[in-house]
């Protein structure tokens, strides 16, 4: 099993930026590729970035590509989500996810551990 603790959430202005962090424990986190999601009030979890597990490839989604960045420390067992010029449409419950794997993986259904989410507010 592998557990994931999402910080860093808050309330934030349009143009701001947040820093998510995604503390993992349970097993070696060197072999789990990583991912955020992010999920808005009546819409479906959609992907947000992603990074292979020893963080040289990473995936963003059209919608955060040039604002997002994804990275990770394995000594500290900890992934990052650096999000800047942030905008109202980025409101969401930000999620992280493992999985077993070398690659970067950006479908949901493929991950097998997720975080309890972390709200961002992004106001107007």
């Known amino acids: 099993q592998v557990q994931l603790v999402e910080s860093g959430g808050g309330l934030v202005q349009a143009g701001g930026s947040l820093r998510l962090s995604c503390a993992a424990s349970?097993?070696?986190?060197?072999?789990?590729?990583m991912g955020w999601f992010r999920q808005a009030p009546g819409k479906e979890r959609e992907f947000v970035a992603a990074?292979?597990?020893?963080?040289?490839?990473?995936a963003y989604a059209d919608s955060v590509k040039g604002r997002f960045t994804i990275s990770r420390e394995n000594a500290k067992n900890t992934v990052w989500l650096q999000m800047n010029s942030l905008k109202p449409e980025d409101t969401a419950v930000y999620y992280c996810?493992?999985?077993?794997?070398?690659?970067?993986?950006?479908?949901?259904?493929?991950?097998?551990?997720w975080g309890q989410g972390t709200q961002v507010t992004v106001s107007s």
């Open positions: 996810a493992a999985r077993a794997g070398s690659s970067y993986y950006t479908e949901r259904a493929l991950y097998n551990y």
């Open positions: 349970g097993r070696t986190f060197s072999n789990y590729a």
């Open positions: 990074i292979s597990r020893g963080g040289i490839s990473t």
